[in-house]
């Protein structure tokens, strides 16, 4: 398998407080739940996870507290071997959410609480030395100082002729993020956004947002849960819709999108992949996600592949 530069993964890493039970509590009552846990969350936080896992090397890029309650999340990180030496601290509270999943229903309720906390901002990314990596993700927030980061990026690979590849994760405020779709190489758009601006398939949210980024178009990828995703190649222009990986059981959904970048970027990086068989892969590591808890599974699948592909 082909060695690639570490993947610098540029977000968020919150506390996630996990409530399971048989059905929704009642407002104003005071009752016992069936199972429960609190495990690190956030969508960049999780798709290092995620990466690490299929074997790539990783580093997490965002603010951490100094706070004992964020201790666990820093233990997480430095257990899972995902390096987060760059980042920033602050001795603010760390953000948290709280998540209440309905077994009878399969309902995911969840609450962020995030009271103002800071985030990385450019001037904390413009002390990473970039020849460090060949990939950097981003999630689509803060458009102002991410849009700065994206630039200078950018400005390393023109300079350096070197290519890092840069990936967007887009999932909310639309019109204060499209401006970062222009930059990057490949943006993954999400079926609720989609479903925001009024577009009813994965392929037509492809076209419509290349039609809105004109002439500087990315590849565009756009999961449709059970459907699969589509795939717009930005050099051909081609609009593919890739087919979903069915799991035999659905147990935990939390995550399966921050799998699928994770997935996505590992073939595209690692395994240098083409886009549709990227995306092909991407569904297979959301898929295999949700057919248990939590990510570690997500390992043997890998273990799998590799002793079936010799
Ligand atoms: C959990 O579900 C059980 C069974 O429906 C119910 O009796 C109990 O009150 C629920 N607990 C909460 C916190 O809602
Ligand atoms: C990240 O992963 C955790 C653990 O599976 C999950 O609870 C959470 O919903 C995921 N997504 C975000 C945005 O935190
Ligand atoms: C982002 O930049 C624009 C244009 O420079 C400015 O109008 C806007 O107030 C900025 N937003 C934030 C949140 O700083
Ligand atoms: C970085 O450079 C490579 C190679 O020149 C190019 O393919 C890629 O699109 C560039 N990425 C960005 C975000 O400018
Ligand atoms: C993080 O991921 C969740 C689940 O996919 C999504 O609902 C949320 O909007 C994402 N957050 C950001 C900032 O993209």
Not at 134 to 163: D, L, P, Y
Not at 282 to 291: C, E, L, Q, S
């Amino acid at each position: 398998m082909a060695t690639a530069k570490p993947v610098l993964c540029v977000g968020c890493t919150v506390i996630d407080f996990v409530t399971i039970n048989e059905s929704f509590p009642k407002e104003d009552t005071d009752r016992r739940c069936r199972d429960g846990f609190w495990q690190r969350g956030g969508n960049a936080s999780n798709v290092s996870t995620v990466l690490r896992l299929l074997g790539a090397d990783v580093e997490f890029f965002g603010m951490l507290s100094q706070s004992d309650g964020f201790r666990v999340l820093l233990q997480d990180l430095e257990r899972r071997g995902i390096d987060v030496q760059h980042c920033p601290t602050t001795d603010k509270d760390p953000p948290f959410s709280s998540v209440i999943i309905v077994q009878g229903t399969g309902s995911r309720t969840i609450v962020h609480c995030n009271k103002n906390y800071p985030y990385v901002t450019w001037e904390d990314f413009s002390k990473i030395d970039l020849n460090r990596y060949g990939w950097v993700h981003f999630e689509a927030r803060n458009a102002n100082e991410t849009i700065k980061m994206i630039r200078s990026v950018q400005e390393h690979n023109r300079t350096h002729n070197e290519h890092i590849t840069i990936s967007l994760d887009f999932e909310t405020l639309y019109e204060q993020n499209l401006p970062m779709c222009a930059l990057c190489d490949y943006v993954v758009f999400s079926k609720e956004l989609a479903n925001q601006q009024g577009w009813r398939t994965a392929q037509e949210t492809c076209k419509e947002l290349a039609r809105r980024l004109e002439s500087k178009s990315p590849c565009i990828i756009c999961p449709w849960g059970s459907t699969g995703a589509a795939c717009l190649d930005a050099a051909s222009n081609g609009c593919s819709m890739v087919a979903a990986y069915s799991p035999d059981r659905i147990v935990d959904t939390l995550g399966a999108g921050d799998s699928f970048m994770a997935g996505f970027i590992y073939a595209t990086s690692v395994m240098q992949n083409n886009l549709k068989d990227a995306v092909s892969f991407a569904n297979r590591v959301a898929g295999h996600k949700i057919t248990d808890y939590g990510y570690d599974h997500i390992a043997e699948l890998q273990k799998y592949d590799k002793l079936r592909t010799g």
